[in-house]
């Protein structure tokens, strides 16, 4: 949903897609455009600044109960709502702060999951399937773990892609209190599962 924000506002820039926002740089760098240089710059910094968060926080890479993920869940929800004045503004700060809970989100996900799950991206998703098909045609053993996995990441980010267009067209850039909601629902009851199952 945060993308596709990204994608329909006033920049029409992916927040959490930098090879894409990589390979613009490049472009916006031989061309000498010092307006896109400086915003492309943001986004990379401040996706990279919410991964360093989620990073210093969390600290590990194993899923285990008492860790911080509902205080991360509950940061990259407070961007999220930081964000939507910005974008409704058409500052560029919004995307920087919708860029950097990108980056907390995909940070948190391969944290848990061990780089196997990114949340804001699909290429490696797609690379699995493709690595999965190559296999069925050469008669090798399916991961079937690996690709249902892979078909549920794509399956959900391509619903919440829908569903970000839909709200983007009724509510333009609030549309960005949807997954404000569902992060911050999501670390506020994760806290509270921590918490009662800390006094067990």
Known sequence: MVNVVGFLGFEHQGLGHLTGTTSQLGIALTQGDWRSIGHLWGLLLAF???ATLSGLIIQNQQLRM????GLMLIIECALLLLAVP?????????AWIAAAACGIQN???????GAII????????????GIGLGHLLR???LAMHRLTLSGLIISGFLAGSMAGAL??????????????LLTGLAGASYMLYALLWRSL
């Open 48 to 50: 990279c600044a919410g």
């Open 66 to 69: 008492g860790r911080r993920y």
């Open 86 to 94: 910005l974008f409704a503004r058409q500052h560029i700060g919004g």
């Open 107 to 113: 940070a948190l996900a391969t944290t848990f999951s």
């Open 118 to 129: 990114r949340t804001t991206h699909l290429t490696g998703m797609f690379t699995d399937l």
């Open 139 to 141: 008669g090798l053993p």
């Open 167 to 180: 709200l983007f067209s009724a509510y333009t850039y609030q549309a960005l209190y949807a997954p404000a």
